[in-house]
């Protein structure tokens, strides 16, 4: 068993939570004049909201000051408001790879407090980990958030699948030495091109992970290499 464990990304993976999550980082700056745009925050996905946050001030040429307290008003505008779901075939994904032996696990750069309130709760024990920004000093594109993963579940990064849909969550799988597939759900492919496969949706994992241990579709690269703050 080439994938000993299987890791999904939160946002835009398991769960539609990005139009909720930009409707709420609209409300939180506009308090301060900054009009978000959509895709340069679809673009940021997987950075932790204070990391978030600090980027559009210094974008802006605004101080940081503010950063803790917006990324708060976010978090709890989210928390009232969101009307996510979870996508269609992600629990029997999960499910089937569970019952063929496969470990699972939750990278988010959500927080835990997020994650417990958006309506998910009951799938979350299917994880066998779940790793949320608050548990990690540095969140994607770092790779600490997928070591972190790997090695609470005990298993070599070499043998971990991680499906993302997002360009630093790709470069933290990479960074980390994991195999990655990303989903087209919220951005094109002409975003996800540092993925070892891309695929157009959800739909498409299920005939990809009902054969995961015989894939062999994987294009192995070397680790991206970012310049991380």
Not at 59 to 70: K, Q, V
Not at 128 to 157: F, M, N, W
Request: aromatic share 6%; hydrophobic share 40%.
């Amino acid at each position: 068993m080439k994938y000993k464990a299987v890791l999904f990304d939160y946002d835009g993976v398991v769960a539609n939570t990005m139009e909720d999550n930009y409707c709420a980082w609209q409300f939180a700056f506009s308090k301060h004049n900054i009009q978000l745009d959509r895709l340069r925050y679809f673009q940021m996905e997987g950075m932790t909201p204070l990391a978030v946050a600090r980027s559009v001030l210094e974008e802006n040429g605004l101080a940081p000051d503010p950063a803790a307290e917006i990324a708060r008003e976010k978090e709890r505008y989210y928390i009232a408001h969101h009307t996510s779901s979870l996508q269609d075939g992600i629990e029997s994904l999960i499910s089937d790879l569970k019952t063929r032996g496969h470990l699972v696990g939750l990278v988010s750069g959500a927080s835990r407090e997020r994650l417990h309130g958006s309506g998910i709760a009951r799938l979350l024990g299917q994880f066998d980990v779940v790793i949320t920004s608050d548990a990690v000093a540095r969140g994607k594109p770092d790779p600490e958030p997928y070591q972190l993963a790997a090695q609470r579940l005990g298993v070599s990064p070499a043998n971990c699948l991680v499906i993302e849909n997002a360009p630093l969550g790709i470069a933290s799988a990479k960074s980390a030495l994991m195999d990655c597939i990303a989903v087209c759900t919220t951005l094109g492919r002409e975003y996800l091109g540092e993925a070892d496969l891309v695929v157009d949706g959800i739909s498409d994992l299920a005939p990809i992970m009902n054969n995961i241990d015989s894939l062999e579709m994987i294009r192995h690269k070397k680790p991206a290499h970012h310049e991380l703050k």
